[in-house]
């Protein structure tokens, strides 16, 4: 062989060396474009799903008795649960916000505004709502970021517009799609978001997956339930919205006041309800099969599945949620495969959630169970002093709540008073229960009637105008 024909080979062979992965690597990326082919990428996934807006005693898991979550049990007997988690706030915003970063909310202080702040000027709004909002602060790392610095792939598939850019919520996050209001992304949509996601943005060949999910089709606007479902009547679609004036909750008749008009109401929001839990489940189930088909999610995937916040339906006289800690509105359903935990310990503190989808583990300092909600003055107003109006302030310890609001200050056994219609004298209260209300007052602390102010915003069409 000559020299210049062994150069050569060796030169060829060289090229071959450095071009067959690439080309084998197009090959696969190509094949799992087609379908064709899995993620290679799919060790190591971490999935977090927040179901918005599931109470966890409307959950079948959680032993209601419509069949409304059964994708959440199959998971459930894959990994652990629970049914007294405590969401870490009262609505969307806060909640979030200890889920992405594993701190109360006290701390992070992302939340609705008070309609007179000091910082309202620079407010931003939650995108798709019209409430003013301090959003989350840039300085805390998000589980998005801190993935991502760990070689993952982020993604997010939000159908909850408060989940997006102007809250500071999506930051992190590469990949992915927010809804641009309630009610635009559910049931096929979401899932067929998740699905472009997974096809268009990630690499099959890159580094694992981080996806964070928001399935809304149990947060209002609520559709209609059709004919033939089985479990759950044929209903009318039912919106309201806590800014419009036609919203039946400052109408909604007070408990003291019963009556077949507001027995018909509650039986129909709670229809929907329902069957809006169930839409959110089976989009959970879809998401989870896709991943699994993609090659995403295999025996070592991680998926943590929780609430953001419950629903009231007529308890304590009732609707709606964001401001009030009851049960209803306060506890939710967990559950989480692929993690070191044997058991989740209750009651479990929502702030945990982050460290159990970022590690796999809620080992160490163990926080509070808490949840704290402000009064809102044009809100109170719009219903005649009615709701809205006082700061509140719950922590849980073994099956007993302590509460304060206002005037109330009480203490529930949640075993033998679930309902929490049969308050205890609250003389116990352990001092970091004081410290809590003193921190919620100093939170909330300037909210008040700044009617000037108010006006203005509204002329400026920055807040819509109270209800009458
Ligand atoms: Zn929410």
Same mark, same amino acid.
């Given at each position: 062989?000559?020299?210049?024909?062994?150069?050569?080979?060796?030169?060829?062979?060289?090229?071959?060396?450095?071009?067959?992965?690439?080309?084998?690597?197009?090959?696969?990326?190509?094949?799992?474009?087609?379908?064709?082919?899995?993620?290679?990428?799919?060790?190591?996934?971490?999935?977090?799903?927040?179901?918005?807006?599931?109470?966890?005693?409307?959950?079948?898991?959680?032993?209601?008795? =419509?069949?409304?979550?059964?994708?959440?049990?199959?998971?459930?007997?894959?990994?652990?649960?629970?049914?007294?988690?405590?969401?870490?706030?009262?609505?969307?915003?806060?909640?979030?916000?200890?889920?992405?970063?594993?701190?109360? +909310?006290?701390?992070?202080?992302?939340? $609705?505004?008070?309609?007179?702040?000091?910082?309202?000027? %620079?407010?931003?709004? /939650?995108?798709?709502?019209?409430?003013?909002?301090?959003?989350?602060?840039?300085?805390?790392?998000?589980?998005?970021?801190?993935?991502?610095?760990?070689?993952?792939?982020?993604?997010?598939?939000?159908?909850?517009?408060?989940?997006?850019?102007?809250?500071?919520?999506?930051?992190?996050?590469?990949?992915?799609?927010?809804?641009?209001?309630?009610?635009?992304?559910?049931?096929? =949509?979401?899932?067929?978001?998740?699905?472009?996601?997974?096809?268009?943005?990630?690499?099959?060949?890159?580094?694992?997956?981080?996806?964070?999910?928001?399935?809304?089709?149990?947060?209002?606007?609520?559709?209609?339930?059709?004919?033939?479902?089985?479990?759950?009547?044929?209903?009318?679609?039912?919106?309201?919205?806590?800014?419009?004036?036609?919203?039946?909750?400052?109408?909604?008749?007070?408990? $003291?006041?019963? %009556?077949?008009?507001?027995?018909?109401?509650?039986?129909?929001?709670?229809?929907?309800?329902?069957?809006?839990?169930? =839409?959110?489940?089976?989009?959970?189930?879809?998401?989870?099969?896709?991943?699994? /088909?993609?090659?995403?999610?295999?025996?070592?995937?991680?998926?943590?599945?929780?609430?953001?916040?419950?629903?009231?339906?007529?308890?304590?006289?009732?609707?709606?949620?964001?401001?009030?800690?009851?049960?209803?509105?306060?506890?939710?359903?967990?559950?989480?495969?692929?993690?070191?935990?044997?058991?989740?310990?209750?009651?479990?503190?929502?702030?945990?959630?982050?460290?159990?989808?970022?590690?796999?583990?809620?080992?160490?300092?163990?926080?509070?169970?808490?949840?704290?909600?402000?009064?809102?003055?044009?809100?109170?107003?719009?219903?005649?002093?009615?709701?809205?109006?006082?700061? +509140?302030?719950?922590?849980?310890?073994?099956?007993?709540?302590?509460?304060?609001?206002?005037?109330?200050?009480?203490?529930?056994?949640?075993?033998?008073?679930?309902?929490?219609?049969?308050?205890?004298?609250?003389?116990?209260?352990?001092?970091?229960?004081?410290?809590?209300?003193?921190?919620?007052?100093?939170?909330?602390?300037?909210?008040?009637?700044?009617?000037?102010?108010?006006?203005?915003?509204?002329?400026?069409?920055?807040?819509?105008?109270?209800?009458?």
């Amino acid at each position: 062989m000559t020299r210049t024909r062994v150069l050569l080979l060796v030169t060829v062979g060289l090229g071959l060396a450095i071009a067959l992965p690439f080309l084998a690597a197009a090959g696969w990326r190509a094949a799992y474009k087609a379908g064709k082919a899995g993620a290679f990428s799919g060790r190591g996934t971490v999935v977090m799903v927040v179901l918005d807006n599931v109470r966890a005693d409307h959950t079948s898991l959680c032993g209601y008795a =419509r069949p409304t979550t059964p994708n959440l049990e199959a998971l459930a007997r894959e990994g652990v649960h629970t049914c007294r988690a405590y969401a870490p706030g009262t609505w969307t915003l806060p909640s979030h916000a200890s889920y992405f970063t594993g701190v109360p +909310m006290l701390d992070h202080g992302a939340h $609705e505004l008070p309609v007179v702040d000091a910082e309202l000027a %620079s407010a931003s709004y /939650a995108r798709g709502t019209g409430i003013p909002i301090r959003g989350l602060d840039d300085k805390l790392p998000t589980i998005a970021e801190q993935m991502a610095s760990r070689g993952y792939q982020t993604a997010i598939v939000s159908a909850n517009p408060v989940v997006g850019k102007e809250s500071g919520l999506a930051r992190g996050f590469r990949h992915g799609v927010v809804s641009p209001s309630f009610g635009a992304l559910m049931d096929e =949509r979401v899932v067929g978001a998740v699905a472009d996601t997974l096809r268009d943005d990630l690499d099959p060949l890159g580094g694992p997956l981080f996806l964070f999910v928001n399935l809304a089709e149990a947060h209002q606007p609520w559709a209609a339930v059709p004919e033939g479902v089985g479990w759950v009547p044929a209903r009318d679609t039912l919106k309201f919205h806590s800014s419009s004036a036609n919203n039946p909750w400052y109408h909604f008749p007070p408990p $003291e006041e019963p %009556s077949a008009e507001r027995d018909a109401f509650l039986g129909h929001l709670t229809d929907v309800y329902d069957y809006g839990i169930w =839409r959110a489940d089976r989009s959970l189930g879809a998401v989870l099969d896709l991943l699994r /088909a993609r090659g995403w999610c295999g025996s070592d995937c991680r998926v943590v599945v929780t609430s953001d916040h419950g629903e009231l339906l007529g308890e304590h006289g009732l609707i709606d949620h964001g401001f009030y800690p009851w049960e209803g509105n306060a506890r939710v359903p967990l559950v989480a495969t692929g993690t070191r935990e044997a058991a989740i310990e209750e009651p479990f503190p929502g702030t945990l959630v982050h460290a159990l989808a970022l590690d796999g583990t809620t080992a160490g300092a163990r926080p509070g169970v808490s949840q704290a909600a402000f009064g809102q003055a044009h809100r109170a107003r719009a219903s005649g002093g009615r709701f809205y109006a006082e700061r +509140m302030t719950a922590a849980w310890a073994g099956t007993v709540k302590w509460v304060w609001q206002g005037a109330l200050l009480a203490k529930y056994d949640l075993a033998v008073d679930p309902a929490e219609t049969h308050p205890l004298p609250a003389d116990d209260a352990p001092p970091a229960f004081t410290s809590l209300r003193e921190r919620t007052r100093d939170f909330s602390a300037g909210q008040g009637g700044d009617d000037a102010l108010r006006e203005q915003l509204e002329a400026a069409g920055y807040l819509e105008p109270a209800p009458p």
